[in-house]
């Protein structure tokens, strides 16, 4: 198939990924009240269901950006702040902005800051990313961790990031992926089809979250199709590196 139409059609496919199937909201009302309904339990089930290793994804994702010494950094789809904490940690940056749709991941996220006595460097606040409020050219670096999944429409999301980057600033977005590998294929499969879920629907009473976990993954515009996506919209520079055998890739991206 065409890489153009694969493109469309994977873009499509994900913009069509919703949590609630029956509900008539659009997908971003839905991921908000997703997310607002799982928030408390968040970080919690996070950790357990990935064996902690997402905290060594975001350090490798994190340190893409090291050479470059970002200062302002935008966090889009923050959560409940656990990047932007790492960020401030290994990046020592004057300023992180983190933006969320969800007020109630945003409140855990506050909480955390105030304890670790970052309120002076980390913001967070409710934005959208397909309708960034904040100038042009503003930021050195934008990440997003686990997140353009959830975008409601993934393109638009991109080109508002590429807006808001300066000339030469970088976006890093890690994200989850599907692995190659047979053997690691087939237990992936279980994992998102049948653990998640259960695991999700025992701790938290919200089995379409993590339902719509596996099928957004499924969706997602993956390696070479995002690739292309990201050098469609101009972005410069653009690589892909693997994590645990395909699970999740880190993609880094030039304005």
């Not at 970002?70 to 959560?79: E, F, N």
């Not at 997140?147 to 409601?152: A, D, H, K, P, T």
């Amino acid at each position: 198939m065409d890489i153009e139409i694969l493109m469309d059609n994977k873009e499509l496919q994900h913009n069509k990924i919703l949590p609630f199937q029956e509900s008539a909201e659009n997908k971003k009302t839905q991921v908000a009240e997703m997310f607002n309904q799982i928030a408390i339990k968040y970080d919690f089930l996070n950790h357990i269901l990935s064996f902690n290793i997402d905290k060594l994804w975001r350090k490798k994702a994190i340190q893409k950006l090291e050479i470059n010494k970002p200062k302002i950094i935008l966090d889009v789809a923050t959560g409940t702040a656990d990047f932007a904490i790492v960020i401030e940690k290994i990046l020592k940056p004057e300023i992180i902005i983190g933006i969320d749709i969800s007020e109630k991941m945003l409140e855990v996220g506050k909480k955390k800051i105030e304890e670790l006595n970052l309120s002076k460097t980390i913001k967070l606040e409710i934005g959208d990313c397909e309708k960034l409020n904040f100038e042009e050219n503003y930021f050195d670096a934008v990440t997003v961790a686990f997140g353009v999944r959830n975008f409601e429409k993934l393109i638009n999301g991109l080109n508002e990031i590429k807006k808001v980057l300066k000339p030469n600033g970088v976006a890093v977005i890690l994200e989850f992926s599907k692995p190659k590998n047979l053997i690691i294929k087939l237990f992936y499969k279980f994992y998102l089809n049948i653990l998640v879920p259960f695991i999700g629907k025992m701790f938290s009473k919200n089995k379409e979250a993590y339902s719509y976990l596996n099928k957004s993954v499924q969706a997602f515009p993956e390696e070479e199709v995002f690739l292309k996506i990201l050098k469609e919209i101009n972005f410069k520079n653009i690589s892909a590196t693997k994590l645990s055998f395909g699970i999740a890739t880190i993609y880094t991206a030039q304005k």
